[in-house]
T-cell receptor, first 111, second 114 residues
């Protein structure tokens, strides 16, 4: 089993839709969780950190479920510009600073 | 602030050639990382440097060497390039320590080995 797993998608949704992605992780001792956005042929960019209490940034909401060992990203009112690949990242067991990345979930928002 | 910069942006090598990928960050971060990204494989850690003066192997270190030249700079060297090293290489940095440790990435180097 991979340490961090994501559904590769693609998720194909119309503008204005709400879409959610999950990311499961295997290390119950993981402490830090992140969502990154990666546009085609570009570097990953931090979208948001995921806190235990959940957090929201505009149309984006991230949540952590420690019991089931997954994090989620909810995007409301999808825009064409949200089309990208979304990577989750979890800190590695033996280090607080090394991250393990999922392979990413591709989102396509259509007009 | 430029953040994390990488050179070159593109490179084509022949099998057996060597090259060094350069990375620099201006965020005064302690930790730096080299990843490769291949289709369907996600980001895989090659080497990392937790702090100036230290380097450690990541998930896929074979065929690579690194140098943490100073706090700002972290280079990746391919001594004898192989076609299997065709990939996109990203450098990243983070504050390190016990904080939240989000990583910030450079724009990447697209390497093709013929």
């Amino acid at each position: 089993r991979k340490e961090v797993e994501q559904d590769p998608g693609p998720f194909n949704v119309p503008e204005g839709a709400t879409v959610a992605f999950n990311c499961t992780y295997s290390n119950s001792a993981s402490q830090s969780f992140f969502w990154y956005r990666q546009d085609c042929r570009k570097e990953p960019k931090l979208l948001m950190s995921v806190y235990s209490s959940g957090n929201e940034d505009g149309r984006f909401t991230a949540q952590l479920n420690r019991a089931s060992q997954y994090i989620s990203l909810l995007i409301r009112d999808s825009k064409l510009s949200d089309s990208a690949t979304y990577l989750c990242a979890v800190n590695k067991r033996d280090s607080s600073y090394k991250l393990i990345f999922g392979s990413g979930t591709r989102l396509l928002v259509r007009p | 602030n430029a953040g994390v910069t990488q050179t070159p942006k593109f490179q084509v090598l022949k099998t057996g050639q060597s090259m060094t990928l350069q990375c620099a960050q201006d965020m005064n971060h302690n930790s730096m990382y080299w990843y490769r990204q291949d289709p369907g494989m996600g980001l895989r850690l090659i080497y990392y440097s937790a702090s100036e003066g230290t380097t450690d192997k990541g998930e896929v270190p074979n065929g690579y060497n690194v140098s943490r030249l100073n706090k700002r700079e972290f280079s990746l060297r391919l001594e004898s390039a192989a076609p299997s090293q065709t990939s996109v290489y990203f450098c990243a940095s983070s504050d390190g320590g016990t904080g939240n440790n989000e990583q910030f990435f450079g724009p990447g180097t697209r390497l093709t080995v013929l």
